[in-house]
């Protein structure tokens, strides 16, 4: 790269290698306009830039000229540079071998793909290390909670998320998935990575339908026409992990195909290395980054969900589980031509469960729809403890069917699932009714009984308002502006929330998930259900369901309670309605003025 430089009023062009960043006084520094991690025709605004460096570094994003100048800070000294770049050198070096060389031995063609290991590895080592020197720089002159910081860290993380995008979009398959699984912890991390991010829940790359039969003659043993009087050679759609094909059997049922890429196990154990070795260089960069348990948790989510098998058998548990509610169902499979890597399952006529105009033509009441997805997943969490952990709008349907309701919930996509133990299901149910009902000392002791020591942060956490000194333990409705200082409270208790995620059971933290998932389905269909009346209903049936097989007396001790949280959620309820009828009214007769704020469901 040639790189202009400006020093003592000279100007001269320097040949660096294509790696190198430019470097300032044994500083690497980089220009206010950055140049793309990744030179590939990808969704980004960014626009590649000679890099300027001058003497006056004032890298302030808004122009502020009081910002700290750190120009007369003394240079990194030049041995503890050069043993530095050994060091950090050799660790690339050695962590690319490693995983070149196992993934030599491990398939074949192994040339092609160590050198692609190798090559996904350095792409993804460059964007850390990109983005942790943007961070040092761009942030170095403002002091935490002033207003340039806060501008300035928007701006770095927007850039950020646009890397990471282009880095998924680049290396795809396992990469994506990991974009997807950032994107749905959505209070836990900045909002720019979660809009830029979202993107790739609709965003992968088919494969040639070459792949596809190469993958049906390995596992099968024949390919897709043997057993197919008609199959789709165009996917209906692709995703992180596999695409899914429409085809008919020979007997004329209906099917959806899905078929796994065949390159994710060749570049599986690279790609979970790779992964381990940037949380790690993360660690050492900001010592107060407590997220390397993401590492371990998303690669036992992945290898769950690259065994066909055993999404199959984890839908035929859930159809059994949840047959007796008419209104939802769950796709048959197909086993004479289900392998690993080929799951074939019923085909679902329907749409999407956010597509509200669809639904509207379908003449369903979207309101009705969000509350049977939400009884849906709180009967899986609640009652049977066996839990889908990725309740995305593509993963769930809705069909026109002859029942009260007029639809059923589809549910697709069993591939990932966790499964709570009996102690964790009973101490959540009485939890979350702990909650609801805002008993302090019962939410204490529940929570260490589940190894949570910070109940007070949990409590915000998971009802996203202040639990201390609230007066009711049911979500409404909150503005805008509110939800907004609410996530940035949480942020700016980052490490705190980091400890608490750390110590917290995993299977807490998929249920937190979910959770997330389904209040921003609610809020982005706008249908404004309050979930935690109809969750905290589950959980006390929950806890009925543990004593199914007391004696008599046990039993009637818990309809009693039963009877009287119903009692205490329906005089809420009402509360609420009363509330929002006096304020409608007094907008009507203009007591009140309407607040220039969007007000957003919680529930």
């Not at 050799?90 to 092609?112: K, M, W, Y």
């Amino acid at each position: 790269a040639v790189v202009s430089t400006q020093s003592t009023g000279k100007k001269k062009r320097v040949m660096r290698p294509l790696l190198s960043l430019p470097r300032y006084k044994g500083v690497h520094v980089l220009a206010r306009n950055y140049t793309p991690l990744l030179r590939a025709p990808i969704h980004t605004n960014i626009k590649p830039h000679t890099y300027i460096l001058s003497n006056q570094r004032n890298y302030s994003t808004n122009g502020n000229d009081n910002a700290k100048d750190s120009t007369s800070q003394n240079a990194v000294p030049k041995r503890k540079r050069k043993w530095g770049r050994l060091i950090l050198g050799s660790s690339l070096f050695i962590t690319a071998g490693l995983i070149s060389l196992g993934t030599f031995f491990q398939f074949e063609n192994p040339v092609h793909q160590a050198s692609n290991g190798l090559v996904r590895f350095s792409r993804s080592v460059y964007a850390c290390l990109y983005m942790i020197i943007d961070y040092k720089i761009s942030l170095r002159n403002y002091e935490q909670g002033t207003p340039g910081h806060k501008q300035a860290t928007d701006l770095f993380n927007q850039r950020s998320a646009d890397r990471i995008l282009a880095l998924c979009l680049k290396n795809g398959g396992v990469y994506i998935k990991a974009g997807q699984y950032i994107a749905s912890l959505n209070h836990l991390i900045p909002q720019q990575y979660i809009t830029t991010l979202q993107v790739l829940q609709d965003k992968a790359l088919s494969r040639p339908y070459e792949d596809v039969v190469k993958i049906f003659e390995e596992d099968l043993g024949h390919p897709p026409e043997y057993f197919f009087s008609q199959f789709e050679r165009t996917p209906l759609a692709a995703a992180s992990l596999a695409q899914v094909h429409y085809a008919t059997t020979k007997d004329g049922k209906e099917c959806a195909v899905k078929v796994q890429y065949p390159d994710l196990r060749y570049n599986f154990t690279g790609d979970m290395l790779a992964h381990e070795f940037l949380l790690k260089l993360l660690v050492t960069a900001f010592p107060s980054f407590e997220f390397r348990w993401i590492g371990p948790e998303m690669k036992k989510v992945l290898v769950e969900e690259l065994d066909f098998i055993k999404e199959g058998k984890n839908s035929e548990r859930a159809k059994v589980e949840l047959e007796h509610n008419d209104w939802i169902y769950v796709p048959k499979v197909y086993w004479d031509m289900t392998s690993k890597r080929i799951l074939t399952a019923e085909f679902i006529h329907g749409c999407k469960v956010n597509d509200v105009n669809t639904l509207k033509k379908m003449n369903v009441d979207k309101k009705e729809v969000v509350e049977c997805m939400i009884k849906m997943f709180s009967e899986q969490i609640y009652v049977w403890g066996f839990v889908h952990s990725d309740p995305h709008p593509g993963n769930i349907f809705v069909r026109k069917y002859g029942n009260r309701k007029g639809f059923q919930l589809c549910l697709l996509d069993h591939g990932l699932y966790r499964e709570l133990d009996e102690h964790f299901r009973k101490n959540y149910c009485h939890l979350y009714k702990s909650l609801v009902l805002l008993d302090e000392e019962k939410v204490q002791f529940y929570c260490k009984e589940l190894g949570i020591t910070n109940y007070k942060m949990f409590a915000d956490t998971v009802l996203m308002r202040k639990f201390e000194g609230a007066a009711v333990g049911l979500g409404d409705q909150m503005s805008k502006e509110v939800f907004e200082k609410m996530s940035v409270s949480l942020m700016a208790r980052m490490p705190e929330l980091a400890a608490m995620l750390r110590e917290m059971p995993r299977h807490l933290l998929l249920i937190i998930r979910n959770n997330n998932l389904l209040r921003a389905l609610n809020f982005e269909m706008g249908s404004q259900v309050n979930r935690f009346s109809i969750m905290a209903r589950y959980a006390v049936k929950g806890i009925s369901h543990e004593k199914q097989n007391k004696s008599l007396r046990s039993k009637i001790r818990s309809l009693k309670e039963k009877i009287s949280f119903e009692i205490y959620l329906k005089s809420y309820e009402f509360f609420y309605l009363i509330s929002r009828l006096t304020t409608r009214l007094m907008l009507k007769v203009g007591l009140i003025a309407i607040p220039n704020i969007e007000t957003i469901s919680i529930g």
